[in-house]
T-cell receptor, first 115, second 114 residues
Framework: DGGITQSPKYLFRKEGQNVTLSCEQN?????MYWYRQDPGQGLRLIYY???????QKGDIAEGYSVSREKKESFPLTVTSAQKNPTAFYLC??????????????FGPGTRLLVL | GQSLEQPSEVTAVEGAIVQINCTYQ??????LSWYQQHDGGAPTFLSY????GLEETGRFSSFLSRSDSYGYLLLQELQMKDSASYFC???????????????FGKGTKLSVKP
């Protein structure tokens, strides 16, 4: 079955620690996205990538970094510079153009907590 | 600035009809989408309106009026499983006038009562 997987489901971060959230898709989608969701809030875009080896900052990129070395994978690193990282992180993918770009498919999410 | 406004909460009973409104103010507009998210789960795509009018998919319908910067999601024959948060999202304008990314509203929490 095609879909998006994220791991881990829960992640705990200590002060000053970098942590990496995994996102893998087998939908053959060109575009991938990372969103942050806080309680009672909508989704805010952290980073996005329209094609392999290219990515762009979203609205809240500070304190985060990404890479896109493979079409299937778009890992997100939450660095120690992100002072308020506790949130629900969602990865999504979509086609890159036309009607395929209008539907984003989301992974199950990773809940990041600070110890 | 860019903003999407939708009610924070709506309550309805099983079998009823509910309408969730969304008004938007963005620098560009390339369509209005709706997503459903159950508590603790991932958002799932419901519908997309690129042009004015009504789109129907089973019990759900979505409407768009670009001149009014307004849309709504209509849920009919409500079921308990429809209890979830519903987000409207607008595709904004990107660099050089190209299509940008999705901007999401803060969501409407729908509670369906027996």
């Amino acid at each position: 079955d095609g879909g998006i997987t994220q791991s881990p489901k829960y992640l705990f971060r200590k002060e000053g620690q970098n942590v990496t959230l995994s996102c893998e898709q087998n939908l053959n989608h060109d575009a991938m996205y990372w969103y942050r969701q806080d309680p009672g809030q909508g989704l805010r875009l952290i980073y996005y990538s329209q094609i392999v080896n290219d990515f762009q900052k979203g609205d809240i990129a500070e304190g985060y970094s990404v890479s896109r070395e493979k079409k299937e994978s778009f890992p997100l690193t939450v660095t120690s510079a992100q002072k308020n990282p506790t949130a629900f992180y969602l990865c999504a993918s979509s086609g890159s153009s036309g009607s395929g770009a209008e539907t984003q498919y989301f992974g199950p999410g990773t809940r990041l907590l600070v110890l | 600035g860019q903003s999407l406004e939708q009610p924070s909460e709506v309550t309805a009973v099983e079998g009823a009809i509910v309408q969730i409104n969304c008004t938007y103010q963005t620098s560009g507009f390339y369509g209005l989408s709706w997503y459903q998210q159950h508590d603790g789960g991932a958002p799932t795509f419901l519908s997309y309106n690129g042009l004015d009018g009504l789109e129907e998919t089973g019990r759900f319908s979505s409407f768009l009026s670009r001149s009014d910067s307004y849309g709504y999601l209509l849920l009919q024959e409500l079921q308990m499983k429809d209890s979830a948060s519903y987000f409207c999202a607008v595709r904004d304008q990107g660099y050089g006038g190209s299509q940008g990314n999705l901007i999401f509203g803060k969501g409407t929490k729908l509670s369906v009562k027996p």
